[in-house]
Structures are given as structure tokens and as C-alpha cells.
């Protein structure tokens, strides 16, 4: 069995029985030991492959919380805007028309707009895509995933009665009626599932691609939150496939959906069947089932108590039939629950609902993203045992949609994390990629810092925490958020040899890590095996 042994580095392990070690020895796919540096020739002189650290610093290997790796792969078949920049949203659409110039696609679809990527700051409309493209269907699906545009020739390929009777979100029309183009929610969903499907064969291609890009990014684990670009049992299998081939190099776990107005029970046999058939599995398993409380703050779509800012009609959307449907039997019947849930008033409705569920506390019940929270709701979340699964990095890239749409005042209680740690509630990060950067290092950063990306705002900086915290909050948090703790998260013996090594980050003279602009990802390692190397 392999051994290897890595030194001569600054190994933080988030084991706080033993916090630091100078060095760590695998065998096979798990950690041997752990200890000082006096023990290091002896394991080399009994044949462990030496791995110097040079000096670097080293870290259990993240694991991403909230991430959708299918989605991003299914997006690398869309035309990808996320990242640029337009003076008006008649150059974002020429630029898409030139980029699709002599496509035969049937079926045109761009990910990635928001109106932060267009100077002008305005939403583009079915009219906008229109003059643009007037023969062939076009979805543009916002940044945030929760809301899309659709024009007329998309809206043709659609059934009218089934447009005017969507269940927890809606086609959205102007003063007089008709139709802007703007789906949000359900209707989305509708608008997507009537898209053609993507070759499987194509996908898995591009899945593997994706897993690349999380490894070079020092991700060791996922807890994948499923896509609404296939249906939740195709999303499973398609996974299945990936691991059955042994392409599967990320611990993947899987939150599932259930499949539209399935029953709860039904539901709940078949996430039995599947955790067992996976139950041994080290590298894919079946985790919690996935549900929606409401849409983003950046489509003010999001649940709020109070109206957003310039839209006083608009609270938001509140997904309350599959919330009251289904988390108490699945949560009572044993099966963890997370549901995504931004607002302030979806979150308290979450909460509630946990409130009343009898193994709230076995279950580890999570609220993803969480972002608007006030010190009462706060407490209800303490008092009831939620884990918190959120995504710092938002406030880097959405720091300023926060103070448009919610004003000043509301803006400084998105992602409050110091308060949450200090309240003893488990806080967990991730990305929510392919809606925002897959670099943990710029999640911990922000979480740190609370800077706004290109700009000199910082989003209430009393909320900021530290190096080791916002680590733990990458690792062994999001570990014990999948009841994975006694396997990965921290460096200690018998656990997954996963681990990250950082080149360009070093330690104040106190011991602590403050600066990480130059901070990178120089290794990473799964089961003991360099997965990626810069």
C-alpha cells in the first residue's frame, strides 16, 4: 500500500485536539498519522514517498456546499456572458448574434446575464431579443438561475393554457397584458424542459471537464445541488454513469428533487434504494432533498418581509406547497432537508416548518443561502439546531444589487456569519457555481474582508471573521453538513488523505493569516493521489 509523507510546510489540520502538526503521513487513501518533525526520516527511511512542502501552507481539502457541477457542464452548451461586461443591452444581444452567427443550434440559449453586467442597468425583454433574433427561439437565462428571458419565436414553442396556470412562479406581463419575455420560478422551469435535451455522452464529456476546474481549484468534495436543466431522476443516473466508469475523482454528494406533484412517500422509497445501493461508496453517495422556498434578490424574486426598494407591490415569491408537502414526512421519516431559501420571510418559513419536525436535531436540517436574516430569526435558527449553508462570495459579486434592491439599512443583515458563529449555529460555505467563481480562496476572502468586487464598499464589516474560521467554515463544517465528519474535513488519522496546499499566502508575526491576494492553490490531493499539480 502507497505511503507518502508531507513536511517542511505550516499543516493547519481544523482538528482542534491537535490544530497544527509538522508533518502527515497517508497510507493507501487514508491518513496514517500525524505528529512532529523528529518522526519524518524514520517513516522516509521506512519507504514513504517524501512530498516537501517548501514552506507552504496545507489544508484539508475544501468542500464546496452548494455547487452545481452538472449545471455548469450543461452550461458550457449555452453561450456563457457571465463574466462580461456591456455598455447596453443592445450590444450584449449584437455580441450574442455575432457569437451565434451561422449556428444551426435549434434552440439558442445564453447563460449569465444580469443587469450589473450591463452599464445601463436594465433588464433585457422579449422585444430586446426580438429585433435581434426574430426566426429562432432564445432563452437568456439570468446570472442567479432563478429567472429567464425568453422571445417571441421561444414563446411560440409553448402551450399558452400551461403559461397562465404555473404553480410557484409565472410569465410575467406589462400593464397591458402582454408578455415581457421575463420567466421566473416554475415558468422557467417549463421554458427549460421544453428545450431539446443535451446527448448524454456530450454531457458526461463536459461533467468531467468541470471536475477539472474544481480540482485546480483545491476542491476535494462537492455537495452537488442538483440542476433544473434535467429531470431529478436523469440528474441521479447521469451521476451513477459518471461513477460506474471511474470518472468520478470529486466525493460527490447528491442532494435530490422530487419529480413534480410526486407523492412523499414515494419519493422517500426511492432516496432509500438509492442511499443503499451507495452506501459504501467513497466517492458518491445520496444526501439531502433539495427544495425551494423562493428565487434571488437580484431578480427580487427572493421572499421578504418587507418590499424591495423602487417595487413597493413586491415581496417576493413564497414556494409554500412543496415546503408544506413534503419537509415534515421526509424530515420525520429520517431524511435530511435542505431547502434554498434567501429572504427573510422564506427563511422564517423554513424555519417554522423545521420548528415542527421531530428529528430536527438528527436530521442536521439546512437552509441554503440564507442570506437576510434579522437577530430574531437568527435566534429561531439557533434554538432549533438549522445549519446555515452560505455563500460569502455573493457579497463580492453582489454586494451593490443588495444595496439597490434592498437599501442601505436591510443590506447591512445579508450574510451575518460572525453573529451566526458566535451564536454556536454551524455555518457552512460554498459557491453556488456556475452563478458565481468556483476559487474557495475568494469565498474565505470575502467572508474575511466583506468586499464588494470593484469597488471600495465593504458590506459590514463587523460581520467579517477570521482565516482559521472562515477554513473550518470550507472544510469540516461542510463536512459534518453531509454527516461525513468521521471521514473528511480535517487532517487526522484513519480520515481521507484530501488535502490543499497554498503557495503565496504566509502568516502575519502573530501566527495569523490575514492577506491572501496572492494565495493559490499549488496541489491537490484525493485518497492520497495528487489530483492536480500547478
Given at each position: 500500500?502507497?505511503?507518502?509523507?508531507?513536511?517542511?510546510?505550516?499543516?493547519?489540520?481544523?482538528?482542534?485536539?491537535?490544530?497544527?502538526?509538522?508533518?502527515?503521513?497517508?497510507?493507501?487513501?487514508?491518513?496514517?498519522?500525524?505528529?512532529?518533525?523528529?518522526?519524518?526520516?524514520?517513516?522516509?527511511?521506512?519507504?514513504?514517498?517524501?512530498?516537501?512542502?517548501?514552506?507552504?501552507?496545507?489544508?484539508?481539502?475544501?468542500?464546496?456546499?452548494?455547487?452545481?457541477?452538472?449545471?455548469?457542464?450543461?452550461?458550457?452548451?449555452?453561450?456563457?456572458?457571465?463574466?462580461?461586461?456591456?455598455?447596453?443591452?443592445?450590444?450584449?444581444?449584437?455580441?450574442?448574434?455575432?457569437?451565434?452567427?451561422?449556428?444551426?443550434?435549434?434552440?439558442?440559449?445564453?447563460?449569465?446575464?444580469?443587469?450589473?453586467?450591463?452599464?445601463?442597468?436594465?433588464?433585457?425583454?422579449?422585444?430586446?431579443?426580438?429585433?435581434?433574433?426574430?426566426?429562432?427561439?432564445?432563452?437568456?437565462?439570468?446570472?442567479?438561475?432563478?429567472?429567464?428571458?425568453?422571445?417571441?419565436?421561444?414563446?411560440?414553442?409553448?402551450?399558452?393554457?400551461?403559461?397562465?396556470?404555473?404553480?410557484?412562479?409565472?410569465?410575467?406581463?406589462?400593464?397591458n397584458g402582454v408578455y415581457t419575455g421575463i420567466a421566473t420560478e416554475g415558468a422557467q422551469q417549463y421554458v427549460l424542459d421544453s428545450m431539446p435535451?443535451?446527448?448524454?455522452?456530450?454531457?458526461?464529456?463536459?461533467?468531467?471537464?468541470?471536475?477539472?476546474?474544481?480540482?485546480?481549484?483545491?476542491?476535494?468534495?462537492?455537495?452537488?445541488?442538483?440542476?433544473?436543466?434535467?429531470?431529478?431522476?436523469?440528474?441521479?443516473?447521469?451521476?451513477?454513469?459518471?461513477?460506474?466508469?471511474?470518472?468520478?475523482?470529486?466525493?460527490?454528494?447528491?442532494?435530490?428533487?422530487?419529480?413534480?406533484?410526486?407523492?412523499?412517500?414515494?419519493?422517500?422509497?426511492?432516496?432509500?434504494?438509492?442511499?443503499?445501493?451507495?452506501?459504501?461508496?467513497?466517492?458518491?453517495?445520496?444526501?439531502?432533498?433539495k427544495l425551494f422556498a423562493d428565487g434571488s434578490l437580484g431578480g427580487m424574486t427572493a421572499a421578504v418581509n418587507r418590499s424591495y426598494v423602487g417595487?413597493?407591490?413586491?415581496?417576493?415569491?413564497?414556494?409554500?406547497?412543496?415546503?408544506?408537502?413534503?419537509?415534515?414526512?421526509?424530515?420525520?421519516?429520517?431524511?435530511?432537508?435542505?431547502?434554498?431559501?434567501?429572504?427573510?420571510?422564506?427563511?422564517?418559513?423554513?424555519?417554522?416548518?423545521?420548528?415542527?419536525?421531530?428529528?430536527?436535531?438528527?436530521?442536521?436540517?439546512?437552509?441554503?443561502?440564507?442570506?437576510?436574516?434579522?437577530?430574531?430569526?437568527?435566534?429561531?435558527?439557533?434554538?432549533?439546531?438549522?445549519?446555515?449553508?452560505?455563500?460569502?462570495?455573493?457579497?463580492?459579486?453582489?454586494?451593490?444589487?443588495?444595496?439597490?434592491?434592498?437599501?442601505?439599512?436591510?443590506?447591512?443583515?445579508?450574510?451575518?456569519?460572525?453573529?451566526?458563529?458566535?451564536?454556536?449555529?454551524?455555518?457552512?460555505?460554498?459557491?453556488?457555481?456556475?452563478?458565481?467563481?468556483?476559487?474557495?480562496?475568494?469565498?474565505?476572502?470575502?467572508?474575511?474582508?466583506?468586499e464588494i468586487k470593484n469597488s471600495c464598499k465593504r458590506l459590514n464589516e463587523a460581520e467579517g471573521i477570521g482565516f482559521d474560521e472562515a477554513v473550518?467554515?470550507?472544510?469540516?463544517?461542510?463536512?459534518?453538513?453531509?454527516?461525513?465528519?468521521?471521514?473528511?474535513?480535517?487532517?487526522?488519522?484513519?480520515?481521507?488523505?484530501?488535502?490543499?496546499?497554498?503557495?503565496?499566502?504566509?502568516?502575519?508575526?502573530?501566527?495569523?493569516?490575514?492577506?491572501?491576494?496572492?494565495?493559490?492553490?499549488?496541489?491537490?490531493?484525493?485518497?492520497?493521489?495528487?489530483?492536480?499539480?500547478?
Open positions: 500500500m502507497k505511503r507518502r509523507i508531507f513536511y517542511n510546510g505550516i499543516i493547519l489540520t481544523m482538528n482542534k485536539a491537535e490544530p497544527t502538526a509538522e508533518y502527515v503521513l497517508t497510507e493507501g487513501d487514508k491518513v496514517a498519522a500525524v505528529g512532529s518533525a523528529a518522526e519524518i526520516e524514520k517513516h522516509i527511511a521506512e519507504g514513504a514517498e517524501p512530498v516537501n512542502l517548501q514552506g507552504r501552507l496545507m489544508l484539508p481539502g475544501f468542500i464546496d456546499s452548494h455547487i452545481h457541477m452538472l449545471t455548469a457542464a450543461l452550461n458550457r452548451l449555452k453561450l456563457d456572458i457571465s463574466a462580461m461586461e456591456f455598455d447596453t443591452v443592445d450590444d450584449m444581444l449584437a455580441y450574442v448574434r455575432q457569437k451565434k452567427e451561422g449556428s444551426q443550434d435549434p434552440w439558442i440559449s445564453v447563460f449569465g446575464f444580469s443587469e450589473e453586467n450591463i452599464r445601463a442597468s436594465r433588464m433585457v425583454t422579449r422585444k430586446d431579443i426580438d429585433r435581434f433574433f426574430p426566426d429562432v427561439p432564445v432563452t437568456i437565462i439570468r446570472v442567479c438561475g432563478h429567472m429567464s428571458v425568453i422571445n417571441t419565436k421561444a414563446m411560440e414553442q409553448l402551450d399558452r393554457d400551461k403559461m397562465e396556470c404555473i404553480s410557484g412562479g409565472a410569465f410575467e406581463k406589462d400593464e435535451p443535451a446527448d448524454e455522452e456530450v454531457v458526461l464529456a463536459l461533467l468531467a471537464q468541470e471536475q477539472e476546474i474544481l480540482l485546480r481549484n483545491g476542491i476535494t468534495a462537492i455537495h452537488d445541488a442538483g440542476t433544473d436543466m434535467m429531470p431529478p431522476r436523469d440528474y441521479v443516473a447521469l451521476y451513477e454513469k459518471m461513477n460506474d466508469r471511474g470518472l468520478l475523482k470529486i466525493r460527490t454528494n447528491l442532494m435530490v428533487r422530487p419529480e413534480e406533484k410526486e407523492s412523499p412517500s414515494s419519493f422517500a422509497d426511492y432516496l432509500r434504494c438509492c442511499k443503499e445501493r451507495h452506501r459504501e461508496d467513497a466517492r458518491f453517495t445520496i444526501g439531502a432533498v417595487a413597493p407591490e413586491n415581496t417576493g415569491l413564497l414556494l409554500k406547497e412543496r415546503l408544506d408537502t413534503y419537509i415534515k414526512p421526509l424530515a420525520d421519516a429520517g431524511h435530511q432537508v435542505a431547502v434554498h431559501a434567501i429572504g427573510d420571510r422564506s427563511t422564517g418559513y423554513v424555519t417554522g416548518l423545521y420548528s415542527a419536525c421531530e428529528r430536527k436535531e438528527e436530521d442536521r436540517l439546512r437552509i441554503e443561502h440564507a442570506e437576510l436574516m434579522d437577530e430574531g430569526l437568527i435566534e429561531m435558527i439557533r434554538d432549533n439546531r438549522i445549519l446555515i449553508m452560505t455563500q460569502p462570495i455573493f457579497i463580492r459579486e453582489f454586494g451593490n444589487t443588495y444595496f439597490s434592491n434592498l437599501g442601505e439599512e436591510r443590506a447591512m443583515h445579508i450574510q451575518p456569519i460572525r453573529t451566526l458563529l458566535d451564536q454556536g449555529i454551524t455555518v457552512g460555505f460554498g459557491t453556488d457555481y456556475p452563478v458565481d467563481d468556483p476559487n474557495p480562496l475568494l469565498g474565505i476572502r470575502t467572508a474575511m474582508t466583506r473550518r467554515c470550507y472544510t469540516i463544517n461542510n463536512a459534518y453538513g453531509a454527516f461525513e465528519e468521521a471521514h473528511m474535513g480535517s487532517i487526522e488519522p484513519s480520515k481521507y488523505a484530501d488535502f490543499v496546499v497554498l503557495a503565496g499566502i504566509v502568516p502575519d508575526s502573530d501566527g495569523k493569516f490575514r492577506h491572501l491576494d496572492d494565495a493559490a492553490v499549488d496541489m491537490t490531493v484525493i485518497g492520497g493521489e495528487t489530483v492536480f499539480s500547478r
